[in-house]
């Protein structure tokens, strides 16, 4: 058997999984090593938790608990939510295992002796306000190649450039808002430049890949590659094997990347098979794809081929099919900034089988794509339910209504030849876009089938073939029968659980998952059951209208117009400002820094003058006003119950006035449609000191 390694990009243990990151990577992958399971071959498939880094350790202080507490908490969140996409890897690896600290002591080590790791002195960031050193993605400012002003201090999202914190212009600390100052430490660097030679042949070499990936990475090359720091000063992360080192770690970006290496070892213990997981990294005739969003392309082009180079004894990554940005509303999907859903969220409304056919339909294989609840219900009501769905649901119930036994007929019509000539070369196409790693198109061709398919059976008329030729009736029902399987093991590296219910439906003596396609596609024997409709509409008529999110107050001024009110400023994924009444119960000093629950999609107002863009949410009981509030980060989405904001409702002040707000055991409950649901953050609860009031007024 052909064997392939697939490696997926390794999620960071700091936050849930939101959709940016399944279109961005996961999803392709594992449509990728369905399908190439299905042709028969012995696929590998790797990823992990990235545990390590300051976010994490700055997460632990704000929750008074350890790094290792909020690398275990996302770690399982994450798992949990592949599980629920039908998303399977081989092994889901952790870098806080202590046997991912052995293979990094091992190549450190190996490249230390080869003299591709040298020791230099650096300047770092150091925020005298926090006291420490900063990690280089804490240090934001603008970058010196594109402009682009809020660059990282390792990396520029517009333009891709890999950074230094020292060459951003006007840079500050993200944590404090200050302006670092910066020290000189010493440090181990990786040399990139003594690699340049071997990796520009590597990367001429690598002519199928995708243009922008391909293209990136020579500019990148052809600058010069300079020396680049591989530890950093600080506390959480793996330790730098040699004495003396203590205060310093490996830097996150060179330690993790070797998780790859560590979930395809642990595997093969794991499996009683110790030696299997060589077979994949040592065979120079193996292919390797690293599946990954296009943030990561320097790490994956570059500096990982780079490292493997130096080592010696590993394969090169075959290909990088890395994609470009999912956004939502025209913004990229942050789960730090709150923008789109998480995994978790939206599967609370659409099920996985929906959600995984529409982002496959969509997914940002060249270009950023656009997300969108209205499309994401148009598209699977019409071709995941009215086409295909409809299609098997008419086939097999005119076939169990008439009580009918199709078998393979002794010839075939010229028609009916032609047929399954254009389903043959069809699955051909279809498989040689999949293996080029060209998951969307592969997904169009199946739906120009699903096309063809309805438009055969309409024009077979089976219904009147009943009363005059039966025989012609068994050879187009066999022949509809042989398009429907042809569909549904195609569909299945796309949605799997849906299909392998739809296979079972034909009754034939083999199940989809385990099976090649020339296994599947050569079944001739069909017992349909009684038809059914295979999939179910959505229904996305009654979301959520409350586009609610958790913001820290910055400022409170006394209004111009009004001695009564506040102009206050709020900090949520942005800065908005607000007018609020809050005056007679609340000083400016008690409100100032205080945490609240903001509804950023009211429609703007104009109040004695000023402008009001949201809401800063507070109970109105008789006596008094509780302002709602809740810690976490600025930004963070509040649900109503699990369905988050479904991103296009301007509310009106009106429709405001006449929502429907309950105190329940003291938590805030809201009216959505015939349900009453309560407002959630992180599966939390916004809880007052209040309880069991049938109607409540939010102001």
């Known amino acids: 058997m052909e064997k392939i390694l697939v490696n997926c990009a390794l999620p960071y243990a700091n936050g849930p999984l939101h959709l940016g990151h399944i279109a961005g990577a996961y999803l392709g992958a594992d449509i990728f090593v369905r399908f190439n399971r299905m042709l028969g071959k012995n696929v590998l498939f790797i990823s992990g938790s990235d545990e390590y880094g300051t976010p994490i350790t700055i997460s632990a202080e704000k929750d008074h608990v350890s790094p290792q507490s909020i690398a275990d908490k996302y770690n399982a969140m994450h798992i949990n939510s592949f599980n629920s996409l039908d998303i399977k890897f081989d092994k889901f690896t952790r870098t806080s295992n202590p046997e991912h600290e052995k293979d990094v002591d091992e190549f450190f080590i190996n490249l230390l002796e080869k003299g591709y790791l040298v020791k230099r002195y650096m300047v770092s960031p150091f925020c005298t306000e926090a006291g420490k050193f900063m990690p280089d993605r804490y ?35 993200k944590m404090t808002g200050t302006k670092p100052i910066f020290r000189v430490t010493d440090h181990f660097f990786l040399a990139l430049d003594q690699l340049q030679e071997k990796l520009s042949e590597y990367i001429d070499s690598k002519t199928y890949w995708k243009p922008n990936v391909l293209k990136f990475t020579q500019n990148f090359i052809a600058e010069g590659l300079h020396p680049r720091a591989i530890t950093r000063d600080l506390d959480w992360g793996v330790k730098i094997p040699l004495k003396g080192y203590g205060t310093k770690k490996v830097y996150v970006w060179f330690e993790a990347l070797i998780g790859y290496i560590t979930g395809a070892r ?28 296009k943030d990561n392309i320097p790490f994956h082009t570059i500096i990982w081929p780079a490292m493997l180079l130096a080592h010696g004894e590993y394969n090169l990554p075959y290909n990088v099919p890395a994609n470009e940005y999912l956004n939502f509303d025209g913004e990229k999907f942050s789960k730090s900034r709150g923008i789109g859903y998480t995994v978790d969220e939206i599967l609370n409304f659409v099920d996985k089988n929906s959600l995984r056919y529409y982002i496959a339909s969509i997914l940002p294989e060249t270009g950023d794509s656009d997300f969108s609840m209205k499309e ?7 071709e995941l339910v009215d086409k295909y769905g409809n299609y098997i649901y008419r086939m097999e119930s005119f076939i169990e209504k008439n009580n009918l036994s199709p078998h393979k007929p002794e010839s075939l019509d010229d028609k009916d030849l032609e047929i399954m000539n254009l389903l043959e070369n069809k699955f051909n196409e279809y498989c040689n876009e999949i293996s080029d790693v060209h998951i969307k198109k592969g997904i169009s061709i199946w739906l120009e089938l699903v096309m063809i398919a309805n438009n055969y059976f309409t024009e077979s008329a089976p219904w009147k073939l009943i009363k005059e030729d039966k025989e012609k009736l068994n050879e187009k029902l066999y022949v509809s029968l042989k398009i429907g399987q042809y569909l549904t093991v195609m569909l ?20 989809l998952c385990n099976n090649t396609f020339s296994d599947l596609l050569s079944i001739d024997e069909f017992k349909v059951k009684k038809g059914k409709i295979p999939f179910e509409k959505i229904d996305l008529s009654n979301p959520n209208i409350f586009d609610i999110q958790l913001a820290t107050i910055i400022s409170v001024d006394d209004h111009p117009n009004a001695d009564s009110l506040y102009v206050i400023k709020v900090h949520g994924d942005r800065i908005y400002q607000a007018i609020s009444d809050t005056k007679k119960f609340y000083s400016r000093d008690e409100l100032n820094g205080k945490h609240v629950l903001i509804l950023t999609n009211l ?44 991103g296009e409702y301007v509310l009106s002040f009106n429709e405001f006035q006449k929502s429907e707000f309950i105190i329940s055991a003291h938590h805030i409950m809201v009216k959505l449609g015939e349900n009453i649901l309560p407002l959630m953050h992180n599966n939390e609860y916004i809880d007052v000191p209040l309880e069991n009031m049938d109607k409540v007024s939010i102001k």
């Open 139 to 173: 240090i934001e400012g603008q970058c010196p190649y594109c402009g682009y002003k809020e660059a990282r201090g390792d990396q520029c999202d517009n333009c891709g450039r890999t950074l230094d914190p020292i060459e951003l212009i006007n840079p500050v600390c």
């Open 266 to 293: 642990t595997y093969s213990e794991e499996t009683e098979k110790p030696e299997y997981w060589k077979e994949f990294w040592y065979n120079k005739n193996i292919k390797s794809y690293y599946f990954i969003g």
């Open 376 to 382: 994401l219900q148009l598209k699977v009501n019409s």
């Open 492 to 511: 299945e590296p796309y949605v799997p659980s849906a299909a392998e219910n739809i296979w079972e439906s034909f009754g034939g003596p083999k199940k």
């Open 603 to 646: 429609e703007k107002a104009k109040i004695r003058g000023e402008e009001s863009e949201c809401l800063v949410m507070a109970i109105k009981t008789e006596n008094s006003e509780i302002i709602l509030s809740k810690a976490g980060n600025d930004g963070d989405p509040i649900t109503v119950g699990n369905y988050p904001y479904n």
